[in-house]
Each structure stands twice: as C-alpha cells, then as structure tokens.
C-alpha cells in the first residue's frame, strides 16, 4: 500500500558530498513527518534528520551544519544533502515517514529497505 524508496547512496571520499532521496508512493492521505535515520555496522539505529508538515526540522548533533534536510511536499519527497562528510558517516540510511493512509487513518510509521552511504578514502 505504502512504498519508501531510498536512493543516492554510495562511495564517496572524505569530505565529499552526497545527496540521498526518498519518494513515498501509495495510498496515501496525508504525510505529517519525514526523516532520515542510520544504523552503522554493529550500532543501534539513529535519527539523522526529520521535518515535519508545519516546517519544525530536527538533526542529530553529529550532523548539525553538515547535513541538510528538505521536502518536496507536492512529490511526496524527502531530501538529505550531506556535505563534508567523515569516514563515522558511513551506514546504512533509511528513510521513515509518519503518514496516514486511506484505509488507515490514524498516523504510522512506514521504513524503506536504506541505502548505504560508505565514506573512505
């Protein structure tokens, strides 16, 4: 009913710069929240970054300044410009979205399978 694809993901350098995108597709009523988390191998999963409808945007101290998060309301679309990025940024990243759906109305959380990001030299 709901599909979260991740895209943009791959090898890049440090201090390099990558920009991944998450497009919800489905049935779907009304999006209050996107974002992005991570998980680093043998790490517990994070939040990166989040925006909600009304604009209030969330990041993780490690990525304050770095990283950059945005949202295309009218394609259902979450963005995550990351700059500068460290050889610690590397994980998998998985986009989350709170939505409401036509048969569901009340708000649930929705994943895509994560992209992964790897910063080495």
């Known amino acids: 009913q709901v599909q979260l694809v991740e895209s943009g993901g791959g090898l890049v350098q440090p201090g390099g710069s990558l920009r991944l995108s998450c497009a919800a597709s489905g049935s779907i009523f009304s999006i209050n929240a996107m974002g992005w988390y991570r998980q680093a191998p043998e790490k517990e999963r994070e939040l990166v970054a989040s925006v909600r409808s009304g604009g209030r945007i969330n990041y993780a101290d490690s990525v304050k300044g770095r990283f950059t998060i945005s949202r295309d309301n009218a394609k259902n679309t979450v963005y995550l410009q990351m700059t500068s990025l460290k050889p610690e940024d590397t994980a998998v990243y998985y986009c989350?979205?709170?939505?409401?759906?036509?048969?569901?109305?009340?708000?649930?959380?929705?994943w895509g399978k994560g992209t992964l990001v790897t910063v080495s030299s």
């Open positions: 989350n979205a709170e939505l409401r759906t036509w048969s569901r109305l009340d708000g649930m959380d929705y």
